[in-house]
């Protein structure tokens, strides 16, 4: 009898491991395009917004990092636009940023994912954020809490000066990959 | 010795600037339930880390050499929650052989805590966050100790409630959410303490 | 099998106030209070938990004869499991936004006991029309207190109602709302109502 039910329960779990097994297998293949088309998605609304101008883009490959050049109607480089992470206050945050390499100036930056605190850090994400990068020239920024009176200011979000330093830092280094990787500098 | 400061940092964020139940809303059915005595919480937050601990090595073993070798993402909870069950089971039958003291002191909360949302949680977090082994490790037993933490004043607090006078429809789970509260708003004052 | 309706009406009534999960039971507690920093955060999480386990208490009101009593709560574990993983996936196809914003609560439904609670309390014990209305009453009880609670934090905490913003530019959003302090406190508060209300009833 021992032997008997010790044996019922080995079966039972392992006919139920199996069939839920198989069937996540089927809903895996099922929505993994939709998951993929999503997430190339986003990073193509992310290119268009920190590029202005571009009707085509050309994924390379330098020093191990991948990096997205757009073009314009004329066949022009507009610019580079690549992801930075790093470490936020709650996570990881990937940040989108698009460069004018012509001048050493950052067009804009978009956020990709974060886990910040909604409501604080997670305002990362808002314009009035963003916007702080807008045309700055490369180099290190200030984070400062009143409204930014000169070049390379940002000014923190009020209540999430980790986050808005975190950010601040993942566009810096990034900054230095894309330099090194075009040669560029000057 | 950078590495060892790393740790460190993690460490002490995990305890007080992200605590799991505080900050993370993760093991609030046991923070809610098992805080009414210092002693018993006491008890359930050792239990608590000692799996939790556990569980983080097993699941980054697991995630990193069977699931993402084998490329069978989609198996990830349902093997983490085998493993979690599996884990407590054995820590019970391992305690209760060696240990009848131990055993005494923590045999009730074990089985509670399969289903503590805090070790799933934490399993799904270290991918989430793309820790080192050493770190997984570090962040699990962390997170236990946030966690004792936040239960230990909790039932601390709830101790001294008893002689205080509570309106009636707030007596029970009411106050104990609201103390969460004015606790959880004392923890965001840890957040400036490190920059990560 | 005849269909008692009027049984499985009061099924389904229990889960709405009588045993509503979260505020008379006190269970699933952490995605009631980690999720509803909006309104439509909460919907989507109540729906999602909804799904699971309207279709784990009918698996397992189906199959409850051919599992062993002592592997019971596993078999329950893995079915809620298997539906979770697909909640996940459906979501991060076709709803990734939401997807997004729920994070990690959605594969934590696997361990909300609201879920293996009712297997263990009803599922393993009834008929399965009955363990639907039972699934059905108890979903939608969590659904509704989570629209409440999201949608009072979201209107103190942003002024807005599902991403509607109602209050204007002179209202100066309380941001303790939507972080975990207010979410706790606005809880305790709604538990504290709900008690005043149940017991002036009697």
């Known amino acids: 009898m021992e032997k008997n039910s010790k044996k019922a329960m080995i079966i039972t779990l392992a006919t139920i491991g199996i069939i839920s097994a198989l069937l996540l297998s089927f809903v895996y293949e099922w929505t993994t395009p939709y998951i993929q088309a999503n997430q190339a998605q986003k990073q193509k609304q992310a290119i268009n917004e920190v590029l202005p101008g571009v009707v085509e883009v050309k994924k390379v490959e330098k020093n191990g990092n991948i990096f997205y050049e757009g073009y314009d109607a004329n066949g022009n480089r507009v610019g580079v636009a690549f ?72 000014q923190a979000i009020a209540g999430a000066t980790i986050s808005s330093e975190s950010v601040t830092e993942i566009i810096e280094s990034g900054l230095d990959k894309v330099t090194s990787a075009y040669g560029g500098g000057n | 010795m950078e590495e060892f400061t790393q740790i460190l940092l993690l460490f002490i964020s995990t305890v007080l600037i992200n605590n799991f139940i505080l900050v993370r809303f993760l093991g609030i059915c046991p923070f809610l339930g098992v805080s009414k005595q210092v002693e018993t919480a006491f008890s359930m937050g050792l239990a608590t880390t000692f799996v939790m601990t556990l569980t983080a090595a097993a699941t980054w073993l697991i995630n ?104 009636g429809v707030l007596k029970g789970v009411p106050v104990t959410l609201i103390i969460a509260g004015i606790m959880a708003m004392a923890f965001m004052g840890f957040s400036g303490l490190i920059s990560m | 099998m005849a269909l008692d309706l009027k049984e499985m009406f009061s099924d389904f009534k229990n889960g709405l106030w009588a045993e509503n999960p979260i505020i008379r039971l006190v269970i699933g507690m952490c995605p009631t209070l980690a999720v ?75 361990v909300n006991c609201l879920i293996l609670g009712r297997q263990e309390a009803f599922a393993s014990q009834h008929s399965t029309p009955r363990a639907i209305a039972d699934g059905v009453g108890m979903g939608l009880g969590f659904t509704w207190v989570l629209v409440l609670l999201g949608a009072i934090r979201e209107f103190f905490g942003m002024g807005s109602i599902f991403g509607l913003t109602l209050l204007g530019e002179w209202y100066r959003p309380m941001v303790i709302m939507v972080l975990p302090a207010g979410a706790f406190i606005t809880l305790g508060i709604l538990v504290g109502i709900m008690n005043y209300i149940s017991r002036e009833g009697k």
């Open chain 1, 83 to 154: 992801t930075s992470t790093g470490g936020g206050y709650n996570g990881v945050i990937e940040v989108m940023i698009g460069v004018n390499l012509e001048q050493n100036q950052i067009y804009k930056i978009s956020i990709l994912n974060h886990q910040e605190t909604p409501g604080l850090g997670a305002r990362i994400t808002g314009k009035e954020f963003k916007s702080n990068f807008n045309n700055q020239p490369f180099g290190n920024y200030n984070v400062v809490k009143t409204p930014p009176s000169k070049e390379m200011q940002v």
């Open chain 3, 36 to 110: 509803t920093n909006t309104t439509e955060n909460g919907l989507a999480m109540g729906l999602a938990t909804s799904f699971v386990l309207i279709s784990s208490e009918i698996v397992i009101s189906l199959i409850k004869k051919l599992i062993p009593a002592n592997v019971r709560i596993p078999s329950y574990i893995l079915i809620i499991a298997t539906f979770v993983t697909f909640v996940d996936y459906f979501l991060k196809a076709f709803y990734p936004g939401i997807a997004e914003s729920l994070s990690i609560f959605v594969p934590l439904i696997v």
């Open chain 2, 64 to 167: 990193t050499f069977i699931l993402e070798a084998l490329n069978l993402p989609f198996l990830q909870y349902v093997s983490f929650i085998i493993v979690i069950a599996s884990l407590v089971q054995f820590v019970e039958m391992f305690i209760k052989k060696t240990s009848p003291v131990l055993y005494k002191a923590l045999g009730i909360f074990l089985p509670l805590i399969t289903t503590n949302c805090a070790i799933l949680g934490l399993a799904l977090l270290i991918p989430l966050n793309g820790y080192s082994f050493i770190a997984s490790v570090v962040f699990g037993f962390g997170a236990g100790v946030g966690f004792t933490l936040a239960i230990v004043l909790m039932a601390g607090l709830r101790e001294k409630l008893e002689f205080g006078d509570v309106p």
